[in-house]
């Protein structure tokens, strides 16, 4: 999604009203995955001007329920929003610098994500979080290492 036609269609598939401050933080969170609340904030008032806290913590609550975007919470981390949906991968962050980056799901069958005992549960979801450095923070020797989920 990389237009405003093409958020707005996304926000009528999704039964819900088009309004400017729905487009603006949709595109937002597509222009910047994994972006924090105050960075979606501060994009979509670059975009349309003043607009409420409030206003946006509603819009993401109803693009994240109507499926449009998935809240991602990383240990010790704020929570952040991403525009990949629809499919079920995971994410590795950087115990350095906190950036985060998508990881696909491993193909076959994975030992670690099939329950021993699933308690009853009809399971069609796991969420994994790789610990790590990014390549920039690996490669540097100017940044102490640190685990940004303290």
């Given at each position: 999604m990389t ?8 926000l ?10 729905r ?26 001007g ?11 609550r ?31 962050v ?7 980056a ?49």
């Amino acid at each position: 999604m990389t237009t405003r036609t093409d958020a707005e269609e996304a926000l009528r598939s999704a039964s819900l009203r088009v309004t400017r401050p729905r487009v603006a933080v949709l595109l937002a969170a597509h222009d910047r995955p994994h972006a924090d609340t105050e960075t979606l904030i501060g994009a979509v008032r670059e975009s349309m001007g003043s607009v409420s806290h409030q206003a946006v913590y509603d819009v993401l609550r109803a693009l994240t329920e109507a499926g449009l975007l998935r809240r991602i919470q990383p240990a010790g981390s704020v929570a952040r929003y991403e525009a990949r949906v629809g499919d079920n991968h995971h994410h590795a962050v950087c115990r350095s610098c906190g950036s985060i980056a998508d990881v696909d799901c491993a193909v076959g069958h994975t030992l670690c994500l099939t329950p021993s005992d699933d308690a009853g549960f009809t399971v069609d979801e796991a969420e994994v979080t790789y610990w790590g450095q990014c390549p920039n923070c690996a490669t540097s020797s100017e940044i102490p290492h640190h685990d940004a989920r303290q």
